[in-house]
């Protein structure tokens, strides 16, 4: 089966591709400036800009099955919007076009915030959306842009809202800015002891795309993905990388749920 995964070489996209290899797909690795060595006759690295494929022949994609975006454009605000909601609805009708009587499912890595600053305590997918920053917005606005365009049953869809993603060589601002804290002697932890953190191993994502694909499901859904792990096994966790005591501040819901949220911002 041959499938498409446009951000080949972002954090999960190089993971992504590697899983597919192993399950023996032939996929088409789309990257734009930094070109991933994959290593496998299974895989065709191709290269364009999402910002500008007028002009590009992508006949050769006619007969994939699956699409799987993990372009996420994050540091530059003039692009934001174009690279991750209006280019890739552009993208989406022209490879509708290529080959009509193939019906395709698009798998969209989207992000657990989407839902915005929130004091719920458990968020799922029925949980209302309010994004609050121009890469969650924008983010949300492709996911509403997609429904529409599979509403003629030529593409189907599934978006998955994966939490905070960590694992082998990937950079996790959050957790980086939780260590910096940590080595301060210090921790932060809610007064609800149920309170949890949102991570997700690298390899779980990779694992729930694998498994939509090789279950051949489509119902056009969306899935949260997250591990939930609680405050005071991330606290034990941190402690013994850094080998050192911490001290536990404990903040009301509010103050916390805040303070998580924007700590990547920080670090």
Same mark, same amino acid.
């Given at each position: 089966?041959?499938?498409?995964?446009?951000?080949?070489?972002?954090?999960?996209?190089?993971?992504?591709?590697?899983?597919?290899?192993?399950?023996?797909?032939?996929?088409?690795?789309?990257?734009?400036?930094?070109?991933?060595?994959?290593?496998?006759?299974?895989?065709?690295?191709?290269?364009?800009?999402?910002?500008?494929?007028?002009?590009?022949?992508?006949?050769?994609?006619?007969?994939?099955?699956?699409?799987?975006?993990?372009?996420?454009?994050?540091?530059?605000?003039?692009?934001?919007?174009?690279?991750?909601? =209006?280019? #890739?609805?552009? @993208? %989406?009708?022209?490879?509708?076009? !290529?080959?009509?009587? &193939? $019906?395709?499912?698009?798998?969209?890595?989207?992000?657990?915030?989407?839902?915005?600053?929130?004091?719920?305590?458990?968020?799922?997918?029925?949980?209302?959306?309010?994004?609050?920053?121009?890469?969650?917005?924008?983010?949300?606005?492709?996911?509403?842009?997609?429904?529409?365009?599979?509403?003629? =049953?030529? #593409?189907?869809? @599934? %978006?998955?809202?994966?939490?905070? !993603?960590?694992?082998? &060589? $990937?950079?996790?601002?959050?957790?980086?800015?939780?260590?910096?804290?940590?080595?301060?002697?210090?921790?932060?932890?809610?007064?609800?002891?149920?309170?949890?953190?949102?991570?997700?191993?690298?390899?779980?994502?990779?694992?729930?795309?694998?498994?939509?694909?090789?279950?051949?499901?489509?119902?056009?859904?969306?899935?949260?993905?997250?591990?939930?792990?609680?405050?005071?096994?991330?606290? &034990?966790?941190?402690?013994?990388?850094?080998?050192?005591?911490?001290?536990?501040?404990?903040?009301?819901?509010?103050?916390?749920?805040?303070?998580?949220?924007?700590?990547?911002?920080?670090?």
């Amino acid at each position: 089966m041959q499938v498409l995964v446009l951000g080949s070489s972002g954090r999960l996209g190089k993971h992504l591709v590697k899983y597919l290899i192993k399950e023996n797909f032939f996929v088409y690795a789309h990257y734009f400036k930094n070109k991933v060595n994959f290593n496998s006759k299974n895989v065709k690295t191709i290269k364009f800009d999402i910002n500008d494929i007028d002009d590009i022949n992508l006949q050769y994609l006619k007969n994939i099955k699956y699409i799987i975006n993990c372009i996420g454009e994050l540091n530059n605000k003039s692009k934001i919007y174009n690279t991750n909601s =209006k280019s #890739l609805l552009l @993208f %989406i009708k022209k490879i509708k076009k !290529i080959n009509s009587t &193939n $019906i395709k499912t698009w798998i969209q890595i989207s992000s657990i915030g989407v839902y915005g600053d929130t004091n719920e305590i458990k968020i799922d997918e029925t949980s209302k959306c309010k994004p609050n920053n121009d890469y969650e917005k924008s983010k949300y606005q492709f996911e509403n842009m997609l429904k529409s365009e599979c509403s003629d =049953k030529l #593409l189907k869809y @599934f %978006i998955l809202r994966p939490s905070i !993603i960590y694992g082998p &060589n $990937i950079r996790n601002n959050v957790i980086n800015g939780l260590i910096r804290i940590a080595k301060l002697h210090f921790f932060l932890i809610p007064k609800n002891k149920n309170h949890s953190c949102p991570f997700i191993d690298v390899r779980d994502v990779c694992e729930a795309v694998v498994q939509i694909i090789k279950e051949k499901i489509i119902h056009n859904e969306i899935f949260n993905l997250s591990k939930n792990y609680k405050i005071q096994d991330i606290k &034990n966790a941190i402690e013994k990388k850094i080998n050192k005591k911490i001290y536990v501040f404990r903040l009301n819901n509010f103050f916390y749920n805040n303070f998580f949220l924007h700590i990547n911002v920080f670090f």
